[in-house]
């Protein structure tokens, strides 16, 4: 594995995921603690749509993906305030038709044969110098938003009504919750794919959350695991030919099922 480290894509799907990792560490502790996982992950399959028009229009993927993300991100943080007691349609809705928008574009694409598989499962060789950007310039954007506005943060996660009589913006931190959720995701596509990227969001968050007692403190640990899960699943789909996503996945879901099983025996 070390001679592999001389490979430019290797050295970039290294520091892709670990950029990354912090990103999903701090991102999904928000979505967990806030319990958006569902509005996440109909914005992530709803984000298929911006890739379709990218490929059709000859934009960036990333540049079509984000516009597309952040919209639906808008629309369903528009749509929760108002219609809360039926955000499961809606999500629904917003999921299957951007999906759809994609596919169609994609159909529409005169001579385009790339393996879409790449975008829905991650891949290793496609992630290049100007994702390295977007990821850096969103992980930037991550860190001081958390850092300047921690405490406003920490309101709203876990008492938006004592937040909201403090005077904090409520309804601007539950949209901007979901448009970095919405990036996050879409700098996650060549690393574990739209498909699972709900996973790395919350399996890392869900065993810091048990080791921790503070927000940052399970910012902290996700950051760390997602880290951890990201770097060894890369390393087995070097190893033995893997789809990238999926070997991050599996090695996330095993470690879980590992922790899992050491509390219940803990417990007893």
Not at 146 to 155: G, N, S
Not at 213 to 226: I, W
Request: glycine fraction near 8%.
């Amino acid at each position: 594995m070390l001679d592999a480290l001389s490979y430019g894509f290797i050295q970039n799907a290294l520091l892709a995921g670990t950029l990354l990792s912090i990103c999903a560490g701090i991102i999904g502790s928000l979505i967990v603690v806030n319990r958006m996982v569902f509005l996440a992950g109909g914005i992530a399959h709803t984000s298929y749509g911006g890739i379709g028009m990218a490929i059709y229009f000859g934009i960036p993927v990333f540049l079509g993906a984000s516009l597309f993300a952040v919209g639906a991100a808008l629309l369903l943080a528009s749509i929760s305030l108002k219609h809360k007691n039926q955000m499961d349609t809606f999500i629904g809705l917003v999921w299957a038709v951007g999906m759809a928008i994609g596919v169609i574009f994609v159909d529409l694409t005169p001579g385009y044969n790339v393996d879409l598989m790449s975008y829905l499962f991650g891949s290793i060789l496609a992630v290049s110098h100007e994702d390295l950007y977007f990821i850096s310039i969103l992980l930037v954007i991550i860190l001081l938003v958390v850092i300047l506005r921690y405490r406003d943060i920490l309101a709203v996660s876990y008492d938006s009504e004592y937040a909201a009589l403090r005077g904090v913006n409520v309804k601007f931190f539950h949209a901007l919750t979901l448009v970095l959720s919405a990036l996050t995701v879409v700098v996650s596509i060549k690393i574990v794919g739209l498909i699972l990227v709900i996973a790395l969001l919350t399996i890392p968050v869900y065993i810091a959350e048990k080791l921790s007692s503070s927000l940052a403190g399970m910012m902290f640990l996700s950051s760390v695991f997602s880290l951890l899960f990201t770097l060894s699943g890369l390393y087995l789909s070097y190893a033995y030919n893997l789809t990238s996503g999926a070997s991050i996945i599996l090695v996330a879901a095993f470690f879980l099922v590992i922790f899992s099983a050491i509390a219940s025996l803990r417990q007893q």
